[in-house]
């Protein structure tokens, strides 16, 4: 009997039309978590935001990219990156959370087998929307780092 090598799985992804793609240096893919805030809702155009959030120096990326610069309270600046030709928004970093990329889940080419640990305010999510127990959430946003423990970041 031959044994079969373990494959090498490969955590990558990319935009909808294909010229943005990103790799990811590590074999499991990352937790995610949804934020149900407005702005969010807004800006995906659906019920909540779903991302993760990862090392900046583990995060590979090819293809022209737009930036879309936006300014938050306490003057955070937000850096979005977008695909130039389908608009779809990939990733940004933010100014107060230096060396970390927020990946949007829904363009990792395996999306389906994602897992989603945490939800952050909760206040405004689609009533609809249950939340199943023992899910941490927040009404708000997550208090300090208790986010990044929970995405085990
Ligand atoms: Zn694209
Ligand atoms: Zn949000």
């Known amino acids: 009997m031959t044994e079969t090598p373990p494959s090498l799985e490969v955590v990558a992804g990319g935009c909808r039309c294909g010229s943005v793609r990103y790799t990811l240096s590590r074999n499991t893919l990352p937790l995610t978590y949804a934020c149900h805030c407005l702005d969010c809702q807004t800006w995906t155009g659906g019920a909540f935001s779903q991302q993760c959030l990862v090392p900046e120096d583990s995060f590979a990326v090819t293809g022209d ?14 850096y979005q990156r977008i695909c130039p030709t389908c608009h779809t928004r990939v990733f940004n970093t933010n100014s107060a959370r230096p060396g970390v990329v927020a990946i949007r889940a829904g363009t ?3 999306s389906h087998e994602l897992d989603c640990v945490a939800h952050i305010w909760t206040a405004r999510k689609q009533a609809w929307l249950v939340i199943p127990e023992g899910i941490p959430s927040w009404t708000g ?6 986010l990044l423990r929970v995405l085990a970041m």
């Open 65 to 78: 990219l737009a930036l879309f610069e936006l300014p938050g309270s306490k003057g955070k600046i937000s």
């Open 141 to 146: 946003a997550a208090p300090g780092n208790e």
């Open 108 to 110: 990792f080419d395996r």
